[in-house]
């Protein structure tokens, strides 16, 4: 008798010891799990962000680890849903995280094997499995799994518990999300897929590698059979659908879907907005661009169709570091069209159209003779066509400066007009000489231009700019004296549609548009009669002017029509010199032409003539045709026969105000 008190005590005493150990044991486990339900409980996956052109097409997408985009559950089609829980947990809307029914028949067949070589694990301990723990078939795993899942189903729906499963697990191929994933091997977006191809993406978890239906196609079709045929045994579709998706053999596409049409756009995006967004690349962002692809197509094609050309006409010459870049704009908005940073972004993704800082050299020019007609001077006026010698010190050292003209002859005086028509190197010293160097300087930094050199050496273009920048300020003559800042990003929206705030830069009002159409005009003679001609349009009114820096080193060309300005730059990235002759106007003025040409042509609707604002007043002078206001008058006893602009606006054909 006391043999048996004193057993049935020690079973107690032992009985109660492992009850309490079980208790502290899982307690321990229990806190030290907690933290990661709450990472499922408040869930905040990787995303990937997206970027569009202004007319909706994908440019790329951008993601850090994982490719993921969100989809919210009201957005994932019923029969995904039917489907998942008909071959992974079909009772998952009866219990509380855990099938205790299923463990039993688990364990029976793991004790009969002698290892562990079924689960029973619902989707919400799948979700945990793949969130937070590894997949290890540990009992101390096992038992934190169904803990957890105790938590996440206590404190979510099963529509949320839904939701991050379709979002959060791994589908293969570099896919996270179903979402993704069917984009991915399909190319579709979730409500346009069949239930074969669903029957597909539910059945790649259990084994992406094995069952991925790029490399192991009937595998695939196979695992997706048995998914149609346990919705069909359920009673969940009807006979019809069955046999039609079991013969289905949907088309797979190898690819990813991971996009990049404009790297250089999607670089300088990153480049901008990675301070204010520093989860730019994984933060489910929506970007939508004011870039057109087919006109940033059609840049980068006549860009590299240029650089052939250069190439070409210099066989026996150095082009080893030769590029270029080109930007296309609306002038009225200053949204960017088009932005490409060189001639083949995988040999170089340097962005020379945003990052390079080049000499304009005589593409600059229109800005010192804008400030000349500001001041009272007119497309008449004379200008000293002269050669002079420049002495100057560098460091107690004595230098001497002497400019030439490109043509490497003098014209004694000729007009304004002429003199930027023609690019007059000499001539343009000589007015800047006129009007005073600080007053240039100073108008020129009321413009919004830095780093200017406080020398006559300005008078040629010898500060630096990027393409992007100088664009910017060609926008004071395309869009008739307001500058506008280039607009590279219209909206930025988070994945759950909320809008960003952009800082936005406002229009800067540099001149009277009256003013401004008297170097329109002066720029489309360029493009006309003068070293811009091989950018002429047929049917179109172009103007701009060609730039060119000592020994060939810079080729530019800055052109625009009424609606569209397009920037084009060739240089050697180590700034060696070009070919010589390889001039603005033979380089990059035929690019231009041939972009605007092509824009024309598919867009009809394009303004082709510049309108000419009020207070304009145009004349006639040894037949030819020359535009003045009340501020850039002609000079006293020029022969004038007075004539109205014809273009019926606001003060064409009135009385001369002199």
Not at 405 to 429: D, P, W
Request: proline share 4%; aromatic share 12%; hydrophobic share 40%.
């Amino acid at each position: 008798m006391r043999v048996l008190k004193f057993f049935f005590s020690a079973f107690a005493v032992l009985f109660i010891g492992a009850v309490l150990y079980g208790v502290y044991y899982v307690g321990t486990i229990y806190n030290s799990v907690a933290p990661k339900a709450d990472a499922i409980i408040h869930y905040h996956p990787k995303l990937t962000t997206k970027i569009y052109d202004r007319n909706g097409e994908l440019i790329a997408t951008l993601y850090k680890d994982e490719n993921r985009e969100y989809v919210k559950y009201d957005e994932i089609p019923g029969r995904a849903i039917e489907a998942l829980l008909a071959i992974e947990d079909t009772k998952f809307f009866e219990h509380g995280g855990i099938n205790f029914d299923a463990i039993f028949r688990a364990v029976i067949k793991d004790i009969k094997a002698g290892k562990f070589v079924e689960g029973a694990s619902t989707i919400t301990q799948q979700l945990v499995k793949n969130m937070v723990l590894t997949r290890k078939k540990k009992l101390s795993r096992k038992i934190k799994e169904a803990l957890i899942a105790l938590q996440v189903e206590n404190a979510l729906s099963k529509e949320e518990i839904l939701e991050r499963y379709f979002n959060q697990i791994y589908y293969g191929h570099g896919y996270y999300g179903i979402k993704t994933a069917a984009h991915g091997y399909f190319h579709k977006d979730l409500n346009h897929l069949t239930l074969k191809e669903i029957a597909m993406l539910v059945g790649l978890p259990r084994a992406p590698s094995y069952y991925d239906p790029t490399k192991h196609y009937e595998r695939a079709i196979q695992r997706a059979d048995r998914v149609i045929n346990r919705m069909y045994e359920l009673g969940w579709i009807d006979e019809q659908t069955f046999s039609q998706a079991i013969a289905e053999r949907p088309k797979v596409y190898k690819s990813r879907e991971i996009v990049n049409k404009a790297p250089y756009i999607t670089d300088e995006i990153v480049r901008r907005f990675s301070k204010v967004l520093p989860d730019i690349r994984y933060g489910g962002y929506k970007i939508y661009t004011t870039i057109d692809l087919a006109v940033q197509e059609l840049a980068r094609k006549e860009l590299k169709k240029g650089y052939e050309e250069i190439k070409q006409r210099g066989k026996r010459y150095n082009y080893a570091k030769l590029n270029g870049a080109t930007v296309v704009l609306k002038p009225q908005t200053g949204e960017v069209l088009a932005l490409v940073g060189g001639v083949d972004y995988y040999k170089s993704a340097f962005n020379r159209a945003t990052q390079a800082r080049r000499q304009p050299g005589s593409a600059f020019k229109p800005f010192i003779y804008q400030i000349a007609l500001d001041l009272g001077y007119s497309q008449l006026s004379v200008i000293p066509d002269v050669a002079k010698t420049y002495e100057y010190y560098v460091n107690g050292v004595k230098k001497i400066w002497r400019p030439k003209n490109y043509e490497k002859n003098y014209e004694g005086v000729l007009t304004l007009k002429e003199a930027l028509v023609h690019s007059r190197n000499l001539a343009t010293i000589n007015l800047v000489e006129e009007i005073g160097l600080g007053r240039v300087f100073k108008r020129l930094e009321e413009m919004g231009f830095r780093g200017l050199p406080r020398d006559l050496s300005l008078s040629l273009g010898t500060i630096t700019l990027s393409p992007l920048k100088l664009a910017s300020f060609y926008t004071i003559f395309s869009n008739y004296g307001t500058k506008n800042a280039p607009k590279l990003v219209r909206a930025v929206t988070k994945f759950d549609g909320t809008a960003l705030d952009l800082p936005q830069i406002a229009p800067q009002n540099i001149e009277e548009p009256k003013q401004a159409f008297l170097m329109i005009d002066i720029l489309r003679d360029v493009v006309q009669r003068g070293t811009g001609r091989r950018a002429r349009v047929e049917g179109v009114e172009v103007a701009g002017k060609t730039g060119t820096t000592n020994n060939y080193v810079d080729a530019w060309f800055c052109g625009f029509t009424p609606d569209i300005e397009v920037v084009t730059w060739y240089g050697q990235d180590d700034n060696t010199p070009l070919r010589r002759g390889e001039a603005g106007g033979r380089a990059a003025a035929p690019v231009v032409g041939r972009i605007i040409r092509a824009m024309y042509e598919k867009n009809p609707q394009l303004q082709r003539k510049f309108h000419i604002p009020a207070g304009v007043y145009a004349m006639t002078i040894g037949g030819k045709r020359y535009y003045f206001t009340d501020i850039s008058k002609p000079k006293a006893g020029d022969t004038i026969v007075q004539e109205p602009t014809g273009q019926g606006q606001e003060g064409a054909g009135e009385d001369l105000l002199f």
